[in-house]
Structure formats: structure tokens, C-alpha cells
């Protein structure tokens, strides 16, 4: 008996729109090309995997013939209902040969389908740990350290981030070498002792893109040996590990910056983007001057340019000049939401620690000659 099923054109166009972008991929293994269609006890949902990321999403059907599973191409697919008309009802009818119809009002197409029992599945150890947190937590928890990841690294635990759940505390952990951001959330006591696993950057970036829900919606996060999986009552999504170790943030916060400088966040960016226009193109340095109460920046380049500007900020210790990227700030500011940004230093050769306890947010920026 073939497999049929009804559903709304809006119930299914979302979810795919997740769900096509690992398709896409170029793969090795054809069927990784197709999202599979999998319809339990009435109830449907699609998988898309790359071998490394597995996402699923379940979708309301209207009804459906019986359980059953078939592999649909993913782009092909895609591009066929986000074309039909908004509200209506798609009707999908698996074919003799491996065919499959796709029918909505009077428009039909007939694609060529895979063998599902073909799509492969992510091998996964038992989990060894689980903690809840709210949507809004971990998207602030990335958010605030994502950028600090290294890219291409020969050091490939650098090319991702530190998830940590101690008690009831969650952090996340990036570094690139040059810099470390580190951000933590309240969650409630998990009692485990500290668990850390390293999380793909390809991962941050899909999770990104795929994940939505509401502020308050509760996310389940599975950890295993070799993978993590993030659940929610309408999606669900799976990810390998990055093994080895994770350099001891805690080494590179400096313990001596007692120089402390207080900046009006906006002003602080206006004045950077400023500033960096006639920044050197390859290091991108700016200059900073501590003086009394007074924040110079300066940037110049090959060209002979120059660039300076003034703020007025909170600062009463001796003067100092110091250089940094100035995208390694930018990206920072940028992130952060609070009024005021408190920015620690020791001296010119040492690192900047900046604070934002709203975020309970930190910090590191090593600094540049110029």
C-alpha cells in the first residue's frame, strides 16, 4: 500500500526552509540530498542529516493513509511549495517506481524519490547529562560569545564553542588566540558536577538559523560522549562534538587591571566606527589615550590618513595609550546591551578585561603595537 498524507502549504514550508539548507550540501551519499518524511501514529516528521547535524521537525498533518517513511528531494521539494498559494492543502502520494506526487489545487508534480530505508542515521552514545534553560538564556549565551571563535584553526578545539553546566550555572566560552569572550546564565540546580563539551562552530551557525521559539520556551539539552541534541516539543536538533580538550579560560583573565574606565556604550561605538574608517585595512589598530575623564581614539594608515576623535568617560588613574584591533571592540560593543561598559586595564603590553555585569559577561582583548 502506497503512503499518502495531506497538510497545510504554511505547516510545511517552515520547517523545510530549516530543514534544506544541510540538504543542499554537497553529499557523498545521494539520499543526504532528500528530507525524509517519517509518519508514526498519525503523526509526521522531517529529518535532514549531513552526518554530522541531524535536525527534525514535527508538522500537523491532516490525515494520512498509514506509517510509513519516504526520502523527498529537499530543494526540489522546497522550491514547489513556497511557489504554491499561501493556506492551501498539499497532498503527497508515493508512486510505483519511486515516484512521488505532489498535488495542490490544479497544480501537480511528480519527482523522483529514494529508497528511505537508505537515509542513514547519526550514531549516538548513551547521554550521560541533561540540564533545561529557556530560549531567551541560551540565545543571549551565544550571542554574547560567538564572534571570539576561531575560523580554520590548526588548533580545531578553538574552531567552536565551551558549553559548561556547574550547579546551576551555564557558560559559554569562545577564543580565537586573540581574544576571549566568555558569558553565563542562572538555570536551575542541575546538580551535576562540571560538564563541558565543545560545539561545533558549524553548529552555532545552523542552530542559529533553524532555532525559533518563544523568550520563555523550554529547551532540553542532551550532552553525550561524542554529541548534543537540543529539544523542543516541535523540533529537535543533533550535533557531533568537537573532541579534545578546551584551553583553562580562567588562565588568560587578568589579575592585576585595577585601571578602570567607564564608557557610555553607544557613544563608545559611534566614536570606534569613527575612528576605524581611516584605520589601517590589514590590522585595523586604533589607538587609545587615557587622560583624565577623556577618551582619545586615534587611527592612521599607510596613506598618510588620520582619523581622531574625543568622549567624555569615567576615568581617574594615570594616563596611558594602548592599541587594539579595533573590530575586536566593535564586536563587543555590539553585542552587549547594557548603558555602561567597564573596561579594566594594567598596562599598554598587558590585556584589556572588559565586564558587563547586566550579561554577567567577560572579556579579554589582547592588545597590538602600532
Not at 114 to 134: I, V, Y
Not at 167 to 178: E, L, M, P, S
Not at 324 to 346: A, C, P, R
Request: net charge negative; hydrophobic share 40%.
Amino acid at each position: 500500500m502506497m503512503l499518502q498524507f495531506t497538510l497545510s502549504r504554511d505547516a510545511l514550508l517552515k520547517p523545510l526552509q530549516g530543514l534544506v539548507s544541510i540538504a543542499e550540501k554537497k553529499h557523498t551519499i545521494p539520499v543526504l540530498s532528500s528530507v525524509l518524511f517519517i509518519i508514526e501514529e498519525g503523526k509526521l516528521r522531517l529529518k535532514a542529516s549531513d552526518l554530522e547535524t541531524e535536525i527534525v521537525s514535527y508538522v500537523e498533518i491532516e490525515e494520512a493513509s498509514h506509517d510509513a517513511s519516504i526520502a523527498i528531494p529537499a530543494k526540489k521539494l522546497h522550491d514547489i511549495i513556497r511557489n504554491l498559494p499561501e493556506g492551501a492543502s498539499v497532498k503527497i502520494t508515493e508512486e510505483a517506481n519511486d515516484r512521488v506526487l505532489v498535488a495542490c489545487n490544479r497544480s501537480k508534480f511528480t519527482m523522483s524519490i529514494l529508497k528511505a530505508s537508505s537515509f542513514p542515521m547519526m550514531n549516538e552514545d548513551t547521554g550521560r547529562a541533561m540540564f533545561k534553560l529557556s530560549y531567551a538564556q541560551l540565545n543571549s549565551a551565544i550571542k554574547r560569545v560567538k564572534f571570539a571563535m576561531a575560523n580554520n584553526d590548526v588548533r580545531y578545539f578553538l574552531n567552536g564553542m565551551l558549553w559548561e553546566v556547574n550547579n546551576d550555572r551555564f557558560r559559554t566560552v569562545a577564543t580565537d588566540g586573540h581574544r576571549m569572550a566568555s558569558s553565563e546564565v542562572l538555570i536551575e540546580d542541575t546538580f551535576l558536577d562540571a560538564v563541558q563539551i565543545i560545539v561545533p562552530s558549524k553548529a552555532i551557525k545552523e542552530l542559529e538559523r533553524t532555532l525559533s521559539a518563544p523568550e520563555d520556551a523550554e529547551i532540553e539539552v542532551q550532552i553525550g560522549k561524542n554529541y548534543f541534541r537540543i529539544i523542543l516539543p516541535d523540533f529537535q536538533f543533533t550535533s557531533k562534538l568537537i573532541e579534545g580538550r578546551f584551553p583553562d579560560y580562567t588562565r588568560v583573565i587578568p589579575p592585576n587591571n585595577t585601571k578602570l574606565l567607564v564608557a557610555n556604550r553607544v557613544e563608545l561605538k559611534q566614536a570606534l566606527l569613527r575612528t576605524a574608517i581611516l584605520s589601517n585595512e590589514t590590522y585595523r589598530g586604533v589607538r587609545l589615550e587615557l587622560q583624565d575623564n577623556a577618551l582619545l581614539l586615534s587611527a592612521n594608515n599607510p596613506e598618510h590618513e588620520e582619523a581622531q576623535d574625543q568622549m567624555a568617560v569615567k576615568y581617574s588613574d594615570q594616563p596611558m595609550e594602548i592599541g587594539f584591533n579595533v573590530n575586536y571592540l566593535l564586536n563587543i560593543v555590539d553585542v552587549l546591551d547594557s548603558e555602561h561598559i567597564d573596561f579594566y586595564f594594567d598596562s599598554p603590553q598587558m590585556s584589556l578585561l572588559i565586564k558587563d555585569d547586566d550579561s554577567r559577561s567577560t572579556y579579554v582583548v589582547s592588545p597590538i603595537k602600532l
